[in-house]
């Protein structure tokens, strides 16, 4: 588990590094909800539990952060 928490804290960070580098791409509030996916993802890390409700957690959590860089692929690509 702590491997998928890992990588899915990596696709936020690359989300957030591509969202600095082409401006205009993500509004602050979809920042926002990244860095909060982010810090969601530290405390799943940190509490290590390997039970059903902390994987789903994280699960959810890479959906909403894929579909966020989806669209920030989509924004620049217009």
């Known amino acids: 588990m702590g491997t998928q ?3 899915f804290k990596s696709i936020c960070i690359a989300i957030l590094n591509y969202a600095n580098q082409k401006k205009g791409v993500l509004d602050e509030k979809s920042k926002a909800e990244v860095k909060a996916i982010l ?3 530290d405390e799943l890390g ?6 059903r409700e902390s994987k789903t ?3 959810l959590l890479l ?13 620049s690509r217009r």
């Open 39 to 41: 810090a969601r993802l």
């Open 57 to 59: 957690a994280a699960k």
């Open 46 to 51: 940190a509490e290590r539990h390997d039970t």
């Open 5 to 7: 928490i890992n990588r």
């Open 63 to 75: 959906v909403k952060a894929v579909e966020l860089l989806k669209q920030a692929i989509l924004r």
